[in-house]
């Protein structure tokens, strides 16, 4: 074992551990809602603050969706870093309290400039969710944190499920501007539970030692925790890709046009689903066999999942393969953060996974180009086929990366006995 990985054998965890997951994955899950509760409603939105034309309409809300994510991706290592200097749980007060003061005041935008900007904003002073996987992976027992992280996965893509369904039904009541104002409530509670209710030792050493090195330059063995990048940006890649052709892949299966928007929507909820029932389940198994195996595992199964769905003749055929496909990929991510938990030295925990979180949203951001492109010019069939691919390639990389950990680990524990 290398010495990274002695320190994270060794730590027990926090006493706190337990309240500190509950407060966090009511709190990812609030702040994720009313980050995605706007998706029905934007374009309207935009409209309303002035936009006349169509196609600026979508372009400006493609815009405003997008910004987000592309703030998000730029800072969320430098936050992890901070929070490995000064507390993780500074990062959660200052996530929440940005992100309440943001969204309430797009209930107050006078133009889409001002929204695109508060947009931005989001990005660039939230990530409570990342925060709060921070947290998590760095305050739980070893032998619980893929369970642990498995649950706040679970909340957080919970969130993603939840929030569209709000957003399409509040504001026929309270109005698009009143139901922004309630989301920053909502925000503003998980701020208040934060402040309150997580406690988090303090570690002066660690602080020192945060200061003192680059995150990335204390890593001993890389190899693993590059791994878990590149996992990272496929897995999000995978689920993306197939984004943007779901409705038009829908519709040329099903003969009732007036049905098409309602099951593109089951198609894509279902992913969803599938991965929100089991991702405790497989960090439950990840704690249990290793995270390497689930990790292999899942992405092998998800790949070849793939191949039956370029090939439906119906709907619900589409419907059970994305549950299941879902199902298979639930796991990834909390494995991901376990495995770079456990690879890396806890004064450089918070920046390297805030890396993994910013290699997510390349994956984000580039399947459903890709997709799309690939979609439009060679044929549905191909993205399904294509993805089906990578994920199996990205499973025998995450396996051979892992035999080759394991006969370091064999070499070294031979030496350690000759020296003894």
Known sequence: MTDTQREASARPGSIYWKRNLAVSLIGSFTTIVAMTLLLPFLPLYVEELGVTDHAAIVQWSGIAYGATFLAAALVAPLWGRLGDIYGRKLMLVRASLGMTLAISLMGMAGNV???????????????????????????????????????????IMAGNLVGPLIGGALPPIIGIRGTFLAAGGMIFVAFLATILLIKEEKSPARSRSAKASGGWKSIADKRPVIAMLATGTLLMFANMSIEPIITV?????????????????????????????????????????????????????????????????????????????????????????????????????????????????????AGPILGGFVGGHIGMRAVFLGTSLLLVAGAAYAWAVRLKNAEASNIRASADQLDA
């Open 249 to 365: 892949y829908v519709a040329q299966i099903v003969r009732v046009e007036t049905q098409v928007t309602m099951l593109s929507g089951l198609v894509m909820s279902a992913a969803a689903l599938g991965s929100i029932l089991s991702a405790s389940w497989l960090g439950r198994l990840a704690d249990r066999i290793g995270h390497w195996p689930v990790i292999a595992g899942a992405l092998a199964v998800a790949g070849l999942l793939l191949i039956p769905q370029a090939f439906v003749t119906s709907s619900w055929q589409l419907i059970i393969l994305r549950f299941l496909m879902g199902a298979a990929l639930g796991g990834l991510l909390p494995c991901i953060a376990a495995v770079i938990r456990h690879s890396v030295p806890d004064s450089a925990a918070g920046s390297i996974l805030g890396l993994s979180v910013s290699s997510q949203y390349v994956g984000q951001v």
């Open 113 to 155: 400039w001002q929204l695109v900007a508060l947009r931005l904003f989001v990005g660039l002073a939230g990530g409570y969710a990342s925060g709060s996987m921070v947290l998590v992976a760095t305050q739980t027992p070893k032998d619980r944190s893929a369970w642990a992280l498995g649950m706040l996965s679970s909340g």
